[in-house]
């Protein structure tokens, strides 16, 4: 098997947030979605792929003492799902190497048709576990906040229940954005129709990624919005009931 190549942002070769254990981070270039908090501004557009699947795992092997039995390799963005055939490959080497993989998604590729959709199938035959940031549960507010629709990435996490794919749901509470209860309340009630969650986290919005909205020359639309304050934030985590999930 001829390894493929990938258009690479950076690595992180000690990551502890982004899936369980201790973790090689592979951040992959390109992203159609527009968040206006974005902190990786600087990962949205694609480069020409120069890394090979093959060099990139020998580069995270060097660490795997490190990962203990619940760490491995993350890949996320951009968003991974754009360079899928990328990741089919990468993670296809590291399962027959016994190692956990975790991919950190926004969904937004996502479809069931084709030739996406076989791809897909075949990235879960070798995917442990599923990070999806559900930016906003109203679609409008979605597209508002993105500037895509959320219809298919809803669609993703129903069916990542239908084959029960472990998944972590996150939610980035940005106030007078997403924090509002009613779309909090609705945010639960489509989490709990889920049978595969294994845990859901609150990320508080924060500012520490303007300096490259500032460097790239794009304007930041949510200048002046300030953290969530922790009653916000232990509000949130109540309405999501993230407690009950803490099981992986």
Same mark, same amino acid.
């Given at each position: 098997m001829s390894p493929v190549k990938g258009s690479i942002h950076s690595v992180e070769t000690f990551g502890s947030v982004d899936g369980p254990g201790v973790r090689f981070v592979?951040?992959?270039?390109?992203?159609a979605m527009r968040c206006k908090y974005c902190h990786n501004p600087d990962t949205w557009e694609m480069t020409t792929a120069d890394t090979s699947s093959e060099d990139l795992l020998? %580069?995270?092997?060097?660490?795997?003492?490190?990962?203990?039995e619940k760490g491995g390799i993350t890949v996320s963005g951009g968003e991974p799902l754009l360079q899928i055939d990328f990741v089919i490959d990468l993670f296809t080497r590291a399962k027959k190497l016994g190692i956990h993989t975790t991919i950190d998604t926004s969904g937004n590729p996502f479809t069931r048709e084709e030739p996406f959709f076989s791809k897909f199938q075949q990235l879960m035959?070798?995917? +442990?576990? #599923?990070?999806?940031?559900?930016?906003?549960?109203? +679609?409008?507010?979605?597209?508002? #906040?993105?500037k895509q629709h959320n219809t298919n990435? #809803?669609?993703m996490l129903k069916y990542l229940d239908e084959i029960q794919k472990p998944v972590w749901i996150r939610h980035v509470l940005v106030p007078g954005i997403n924090d509002q209860e009613i779309h909090l309340m609705n #945010?639960?009630?489509f989490i709990q129709q889920l049978h595969n969650v294994k845990r859901v986290e609150i990320l508080p919005y924060h500012t520490l990624g303007v300096y490259k909205w500032k460097e790239l020359g794009i304007p930041y639309e949510l200048e002046g919005v300030e953290s969530p304050d922790q009653a916000?934030?232990?509000?949130?985590? %109540?309405i999501l009931q993230c407690d009950q999930y803490q099981d992986y």
């Amino acid at each position: 098997m001829s390894p493929v190549k990938g258009s690479i942002h950076s690595v992180e070769t000690f990551g502890s947030v982004d899936g369980p254990g201790v973790r090689f981070v592979i951040f992959l270039k390109g992203c159609a979605m527009r968040c206006k908090y974005c902190h990786n501004p600087d990962t949205w557009e694609m480069t020409t792929a120069d890394t090979s699947s093959e060099d990139l795992l020998k %580069k995270a092997l060097r660490y795997r003492s490190y990962w203990g039995e619940k760490g491995g390799i993350t890949v996320s963005g951009g968003e991974p799902l754009l360079q899928i055939d990328f990741v089919i490959d990468l993670f296809t080497r590291a399962k027959k190497l016994g190692i956990h993989t975790t991919i950190d998604t926004s969904g937004n590729p996502f479809t069931r048709e084709e030739p996406f959709f076989s791809k897909f199938q075949q990235l879960m035959e070798v995917t +442990d576990l #599923l990070l999806v940031d559900i930016k906003h549960i109203d +679609d409008a507010c979605h597209l508002a #906040l993105t500037k895509q629709h959320n219809t298919n990435i #809803l669609d993703m996490l129903k069916y990542l229940d239908e084959i029960q794919k472990p998944v972590w749901i996150r939610h980035v509470l940005v106030p007078g954005i997403n924090d509002q209860e009613i779309h909090l309340m609705n #945010l639960s009630k489509f989490i709990q129709q889920l049978h595969n969650v294994k845990r859901v986290e609150i990320l508080p919005y924060h500012t520490l990624g303007v300096y490259k909205w500032k460097e790239l020359g794009i304007p930041y639309e949510l200048e002046g919005v300030e953290s969530p304050d922790q009653a916000s934030i232990e509000k949130a985590r %109540k309405i999501l009931q993230c407690d009950q999930y803490q099981d992986y």
